[in-house]
């Protein structure tokens, strides 16, 4: 990333658990990632569903029904998918000046010391993202043995990703790290997934066999964002080799494998081809509308305990 950088916030969002969420009460993660971050001159925030509500972005954090919950992913279902996700991160970008950062991270930094280490020099790992786009997410996995048909619905592959070969098997971009740039560019694509995540249908598992027959577990918000960028690849929106960086569980930096590339195939000029843009043409602009006046509230402090 080679624009000039004035400010870096960190923000995150956590559990607290009764009386105000379903979850586990992290508070204490929180707390020692926000001393992590401020001891580095950062900017910090911290996200929570009573402070989702607040902003009227409750839709974000409701609670589905038991029969969608996740044997990988406990608890997800509690808290909306997390289709919250891209909205902090808009949320968070509006406050910030031009080309400023806003990098997003999972909380749980006691449970998973990789999220930790990224944490401990922000500029190395700012750094370490490489200058692919205005917009990063790191790739999951060195190999691919993690690819997109495995952790999606049928729903989401057929219509979000367009059923390509190269859709299904691109490699699995992990949501728990995001660096996102203050721009158009970047600001467009969190869009894009905030309004696809508001969609059920595109948000919830699939209960009837609905999926690829690689499929293995669904991943929501995760997928969602994954195809997109398939999509804006193949569409020529995005770099061919995005996004080819990827950090591991033990944050330890790597250079995946890039042999889904093979499968690339440019769909712009196929009979009956939508793009991506003028196919969700709806739901952007209301993920647009959407976003008017919740982003451009400040976050709530943090009340005390009793409140509700």
Known sequence: MQAMITR?????FHTEGFPHDDGLPLDQ???DLKALVLSQGCEFEAYTP?????LGAEDLVQRYDDKYALPKNPGLHTIGMCAWKPFVLLHALQSMNKNDLVIYTDANIGKYPGLRVAMENIPEFVAGTGDVHDFFVGRECEDQRRKVAQHASGRQIVEIGGNTVFSCNFPMHIVNRIVSRNTPAAKEILLYWLALCKVQKFILPPLVGDHHEEYRWFCPEQSVLNLILANLIEEGQLPYYYSTIG????????VGDNSHLSCISAPIGRPHYIPFRQRFAKEIAEAELYTVTRTAQPLP???????A
């Open 8 to 12: 870096i916030k960190v923000i995150t």
């Open 29 to 31: 993660s929180m707390e």
């Open 301 to 307: 402090v943090d009340g005390a305990k009793k409140a």
């Open 50 to 54: 009573r402070k989702l509500r607040a």
């Open 247 to 254: 950090f591991d569980r033990a944050g330890r930096r790597f």
